[in-house]
Every structure is written in structure tokens, then in C-alpha cells.
């Protein structure tokens, strides 16, 4: 029992220390708004192990480094990608031949991308003496790096931030050093005082959108509260508290409120860190009505070094489904839109290889007052690998799963699905690029009673990434509600299994995948509502494809199959009545249609041909 625990704390320990790996700007002299930490990517892996960087590992507290930021200087206007401000346009940190002019001994070397590989930049910076390196990306969010001729010299921390980030922190820097103060590494063991928690440690709801019908009690949907508290600092902490708010955005109102009671802990010794958890109960309101909530967790020490790390929100939204309730496991934004700030892809060169990024969704136990909603289409982001994601595409595949198991505790299986729809996709423009798109399904999915679905965004080319939202991590929640949240399948067609699943994602970070289920409809018309559809599909000779509203006039219809070839193509006039297309002479497979109407708009959708 004694070998248990000690794995157990040394466990808890890689997860602590791993969690408070940072970067953050801790003091700032011109402009307090920029204090606290940014998201980064690290230059190779956070423990060291890259084969193209020779950075220390960064999980290690005796690896932190501190220091003033200031700009790194090339002497000459570099210009290249994405070129930086004017007035700091030298600072990209490709010119080796101001090495001996410039000192950074003891500096943190802020430098743009753009011009040379990132080894070098980095690697420019160790010679001048720098102790970190902070690069600034060109356009958007941080990305990997690759160490390229000169990653496997530097042996000084290197992480990249985004350029809205960046940007913020240039006003205040300059090339020799004015009050900016950065700190890059792991807080483990840093401060002597430090209560701790991090957005995996605390508990959410298994879903942050869900439509009013899915959701209207406490007693279907409720909110369990509470979060892992622990000191990572030297010294013991004794009347810790953790206090939870749920706060109602429509009107200001505090609806949830939970203090608990005063707790202690044990000062950071050589591998153990005092991790407890604290239970702050369940809001579980009888009515749960339609509007945005914020969960506040606030942990309260007399004593604490730190604060940045003791503070964490997040919103669920409760959504109408009148009008298209919204379910989701990523944040949202005002407009019902997943949010992505990371994008993964598969990341391989065998063009057959194939991904499902999947969210999961189960029915309660049983619907309300016999009527049901019905999933309609799903919405996310993409960007393409390489440079361009025109004539790139991706499929919807909403499954059901029907293994059964109970949570957790019995590893889940993946041998019984049932597909239940499709959809499909081809992005015709680059103003597509990481924009939210809506992809309908072939059919309408109404769920049964406590059933699972998978809903995914699949493609059999690495060359699209699918859109993560890396702020939102479910490893607590998971390990609470012990049920998967968003489960992905990584493998080679010819010979998926379902050993090619896996529950846990990419180490906590979900799918940024928006279901859209629509209104309040009965079991005896939602057959109308499917009629929104073509139909029948699969077809045999004629399909009938009912329009948009309003639509009138010239129509070219134009069918493809999957490799891009034309096989029909037809030119009808239509007046506010549904469209006919004859479908004879096409062999039996599956096509994507493609309708263009007078005003220049088109529809898509993917039917299939069976006789």
C-alpha cells in the first residue's frame, strides 16, 4: 500500500508541476493591464525530450528563468512575414553580426517572427547572453517551432506568444531595459507562499451549451461544484477557503453561492505537494431558465505570494430552443459560434489516414411532455496544414453508440456504432480560414431516450486542422462525472478498429464543435420538419429537393462524384415550388450536388444512389 500512495503522490506531483508551467509578466512599470500570464507554445517539449531543441525542461522549477524583457537588435531593418511595427522592425533577431554589440546577460530577448528559422533567432539571442527567449508571432496565436540547423545548440528556454499578446507587452519594451519583467517556467516551489489551482482541477458542467429542452432542471442537468486545491509553496498554509459564485449574466443576479470551511496544508517538501479536494455542493435550480452563467472559484489564503493562479471562470449557457438551441462542450461566443484558439489536425503524409473529432451527447433518461429536438447541422473552424484551404474538404458524422457501458470504471468500447447522417463540405474561398462554417446534415438525427451519439468532424487528409478550444479542460470533470466528453479516432481506413479510438483527446483540450438542434418538435411532425431535406436518400431515379425560402428563377444544378468529376449537370427554371432532378443515368454511389440560383448563391448537400 505504502508503493501506491508514493506513485499517487508522484503522480499528483508531474500533474501540479506541469499545470504551473508559465509565462507571465510580473512587473511593468508603463502599463500595470499587461501583469499575469499569456498562453505560449514551448520550443520543442516542455520536459526537454525534443530532437531538434536542446531547451532544459521547463517542468523542472530550478529551470525557471526571470528577467527584464527587452527587444533583441539587429542593427538593420529585417523586415520578412508579417512584418512587425515600424519602429521595432530590427528586431528579428537573424543578424549574428551584432552579437558582440549587444549584451543581454541576465535579459529575457523579445524577438519577432519573420525572415530566419527559429533555432537561429533563439540561438542569436543565447550568444548576446540572454537566459529565455519570448518570440512574437507574425499573425495570430502561438504555433510550434521547429528547431531547424540551430534548435539542437540552444539550451536556454524559447516559447513563442501571439502577436495580439505581443504587441500589447511592445509598447512598454524597449533594447536596453524599462521596467518589463518576465518570468518563463514552473512556480512549483517558487514562492514560499502559493495556494494553487488550475481550469483542469476544477469542475464544469460536462457541456457549456445546452438547449432549455435538454436541460430543464436541476434534476436532469445539474451543476456540480468544486475544484483541487494545493500548495506549491515552501511554507504550510493553515484557514484556506474556496468560495464558488454562479452569477446569472442577464440580470447581474447571484443565484449560487458556497464558501467552504477552513482547511490546511502541508508546505511543499521534496516530491510531495498537499493537493486537496474541496467540495462547494450542486446548484441544482428548479427551472432552469434560458441565459448565460458565470462560475466564479475563488481560493482565499491569508498568506499568498501568488494570486494569478487562485482565480478561475468559465460560462454555460443555457440555450433557446425555440429557435435552435445550441449544444456544445468548447466556449461559445454571442453569436452561438464555437470558439478555437488551437487547431490539430493528424499531421501525416499518408493521404488515406483518416480522423473523427468527436464531441459526445447523451438523451436524459427520458424526454419531456412526448416532444424531442432533432440535430440539424453542426458548426466549427478549420485551417488548412499548408498555405491554402481552398478546395480542401472535410464530412459530419453523427454516430450512434451503442456499446454499452455504464462510465468510466468500465473502459468504454467502440465496436457498435451506427451511423445516422452525414454531411459534407468543400471551403471555395481562404476568407474561410479559421471561419465558423454551418454543415447540415443529409437527414435530420433525432435522438432516442438515454442513447449516446457521437458527433464528429472527420476527414481522411491531414492537410485540414479542426478547431480546439484549449482554454476549456475536462480532466477533473471527466474524472467526477466519469463520463467521456470528447472522444477522437486517429487511424488508417483500410484497417480502423476500435483501438484507433481514444476517450481523453488531446490531454484535456475539446473540439471546438457546435450541435445545432432544432426547435420543440413531436415525434408525429417531425417528418415535416425533414422535408427541409432531399428526398428520399437514398434516392433511385428522382430526388426532390425542397428550397430556401424566396428562391426563384434560373437554377444550375451540377452533380459531382467524390473525386471531383462532373457526372450530371442541368439548367431549370423554378417558381416557389420544390426542385426534380432525375438521377437515371448515374450509377449507384454517393455525390455531392451542387445547386446555383440566379442570384449567384449555391446550396451543397451529399445524397447517395441506390437501386
Same mark, same amino acid.
Given at each position: 500500500m505504502k508503493k501506491l500512495f508514493l506513485l499517487f503522490v508522484v503522480l499528483i506531483y508531474v500533474k501540479v508541476s506541469k499545470s504551473q508551467v508559465v509565462f507571465e509578466i510580473v512587473s511593468n512599470t508603463c502599463d500595470t493591464n499587461?501583469?499575469?500570464?499569456?498562453?505560449?507554445?514551448? &520550443?520543442?517539449?516542455?520536459?526537454?525530450? !525534443?530532437? $531538434?531543441?536542446?531547451?532544459?525542461?521547463?517542468?523542472?522549477?530550478?529551470?525557471?528563468?526571470?528577467?527584464?524583457? @527587452?527587444?533583441?537588435?539587429?542593427?538593420?531593418n529585417s523586415g520578412g512575414i508579417g512584418t512587425p511595427p515600424t519602429t521595432i522592425n530590427y528586431a528579428f533577431g537573424c543578424d549574428t553580426t551584432n552579437s558582440t554589440n549587444q549584451d543581454l546577460t541576465g535579459k529575457i530577448a523579445v524577438i519577432y517572427r519573420g525572415t530566419c528559422e527559429f533555432g537561429l533567432k533563439a540561438y542569436n539571442a543565447q550568444l548576446r547572453g540572454?537566459?529565455?527567449?519570448?518570440?512574437?508571432?507574425?499573425?495570430g496565436a502561438p504555433t510550434n517551432m521547429a528547431g531547424n540547423t540551430y534548435g539542437i545548440n540552444v539550451t536556454i528556454p524559447v516559447i513563442q506568444i501571439s502577436r495580439a499578446d505581443g504587441d500589447a507587452i511592445a509598447a512598454c519594451i524597449d533594447t536596453v531595459c524599462n521596467g518589463v519583467v518576465g518570468f518563463i517556467g514552473n512556480r512549483t516551489g517558487y514562492y514560499s507562499n502559493n495556494m494553487s489551482s488550475s481550469m483542469g482541477d476544477i469542475l464544469m458542467p460536462e457541456n457549456?451549451?445546452?438547449?432549455?429542452?435538454? &436541460?430543464?432542471?436541476?434534476?436532469?442537468?445539474? *451543476?456540480?461544484?468544486?475544484?483541487? &486545491?494545493?500548495?506549491?509553496? =515552501?511554507?504550510?498554509?493553515?484557514? @484556506?477557503? &474556496?468560495?464558488?459564485? *454562479? *452569477?446569472?449574466?442577464?440580470?447581474?443576479? =447571484?443565484?449560487?453561492s458556497q464558501t467552504s470551511s477552513s482547511l490546511d496544508f502541508n508546505g511543499l517538501d521534496t516530491i510531495f505537494v498537499d493537493t486537496q479536494y474541496i467540495d462547494l455542493g450542486t446548484y441544482a435550480p428548479s427551472f432552469w431558465d434560458i441565459d448565460t452563467y458565470t462560475v466564479t472559484y475563488t481560493i482565499d489564503a491569508t498568506a499568498d505570494d501568488y494570486l494569478a493562479d487562485n482565480i478561475f471562470s468559465y460560462e454555460f449557457k443555457i440555450t433557446n430552443y425555440e429557435h435552435g438551441g445550441f449544444y456544445s462542450k468548447s466556449r461559445t461566443d454571442d453569436n452561438s459560434k464555437p470558439i !478555437?484558439?488551437?487547431?490539430?489536425?493528424?499531421?501525416?503524409?499518408?493521404?488515406?489516414? *483518416?480522423?473523427?473529432?468527436?464531441?459526445?451527447? #447523451?438523451?436524459?433518461?427520458?424526454?419531456?411532455?412526448?416532444?424531442?429536438?432533432?440535430?440539424?447541422?453542426?458548426?466549427?473552424?478549420?485551417?488548412?496544414?499548408?498555405?491554402?484551404?481552398?478546395?480542401?474538404?472535410?464530412?459530419?458524422i453523427a454516430y450512434k453508440w451503442n456499446d454499452g457501458f455504464i462510465d468510466l470504471d468500465t473502459p468504454p468500447t467502440f465496436n457498435n456504432f451506427e451511423i445516422l447522417s452525414n454531411g459534407y463540405y468543400q471551403f471555395t474561398s481562404e476568407t474561410e480560414v479559421g471561419q465558423p462554417i454551418d454543415v447540415y446534415f443529409d437527414t435530420p438525427v433525432l435522438p432516442e431516450t438515454n442513447q449516446r451519439y457521437?458527433?464528429?468532424?472527420?476527414?481522411?487528409?491531414?492537410?485540414?486542422?479542426?478547431?480546439?478550444?484549449?482554454?476549456?479542460?475536462?480532466? !477533473?470533470?471527466?474524472?467526477?462525472y466519469k463520463q467521456p466528453i470528447n472522444p477522437m479516432?486517429?487511424?488508417?481506413?483500410?484497417?480502423?478498429?476500435?483501438? $484507433?479510438?481514444?476517450?481523453?483527446?488531446?490531454?484535456?483540450?475539446?473540439?471546438a464543435i457546435v450541435?445545432?438542434?432544432m426547435g420543440e418538435v413531436g415525434i408525429d411532425n417531425i417528418n415535416n420538419e425533414i422535408m427541409n431535406f432531399p428526398y428520399p436518400n437514398p434516392t433511385t431515379n428522382l430526388?426532390?429537393?425542397?428550397? #430556401?425560402?424566396? @428562391?426563384?428563377?434560373?437554377?444550375?444544378?451540377?452533380?459531382?462524384?467524390?473525386?471531383?468529376?462532373?457526372?450530371? !449537370?442541368?439548367?431549370q427554371t423554378i417558381a416557389n415550388e420544390p426542385l426534380k432532378v432525375n438521377v437515371a443515368s448515374i450509377k449507384n454511389g454517393t455525390y455531392l450536388f451542387q445547386l446555383t440560383f440566379a442570384d449567384g448563391t449555391t446550396d451543397l448537400f451529399k445524397i447517395s444512389v441506390n437501386r
Open positions: 499587461t501583469l499575469g500570464s499569456y498562453p505560449f507554445e514551448y &520550443a520543442g517539449e516542455l520536459d526537454g525530450s !525534443s530532437i $531538434d531543441w536542446s531547451c532544459p525542461d521547463i517542468t523542472n522549477p530550478a529551470n525557471a528563468v526571470q528577467g527584464c524583457m @527587452v527587444f533583441i537588435n539587429d542593427g538593420v540572454a537566459i529565455g527567449v519570448i518570440i512574437i508571432n507574425h499573425t457549456l451549451s445546452t438547449p432549455q429542452h435538454l &436541460a430543464p432542471n436541476g434534476t436532469v442537468f445539474p *451543476v456540480d461544484l468544486g475544484l483541487y &486545491a494545493y500548495n506549491t509553496g =515552501t511554507n504550510a498554509q493553515s484557514g @484556506v477557503t &474556496a468560495t464558488v459564485t *454562479v *452569477v446569472r449574466q442577464s440580470n447581474g443576479s =447571484t443565484v449560487y !478555437s484558439n488551437k487547431y490539430y489536425s493528424i499531421e501525416s503524409s499518408i493521404p488515406e489516414d *483518416v480522423f473523427d473529432f468527436c464531441i459526445v451527447y #447523451r438523451t436524459p433518461s427520458s424526454f419531456f411532455n412526448g416532444c424531442c429536438l432533432y440535430a440539424e447541422k453542426l458548426t466549427f473552424s478549420c485551417l488548412p496544414f499548408d498555405q491554402t484551404i481552398t478546395g480542401k474538404d472535410v464530412d459530419i457521437l458527433f464528429c468532424v472527420s476527414s481522411f487528409s491531414y492537410q485540414i486542422k479542426v478547431g480546439f478550444d484549449d482554454f476549456i479542460n475536462y480532466k !477533473s470533470t471527466m474524472e467526477h479516432r486517429i487511424g488508417h481506413f483500410a484497417i480502423l478498429s476500435q483501438t $484507433d479510438w481514444y476517450i481523453n483527446g488531446y490531454f484535456g483540450v475539446t473540439p450541435v445545432n438542434f430526388l426532390t429537393i425542397p428550397l #430556401r425560402k424566396g @428562391v426563384s428563377g434560373a437554377v444550375k444544378v451540377e452533380v459531382f462524384d467524390l473525386t471531383g468529376k462532373l457526372v450530371l !449537370s442541368e439548367n
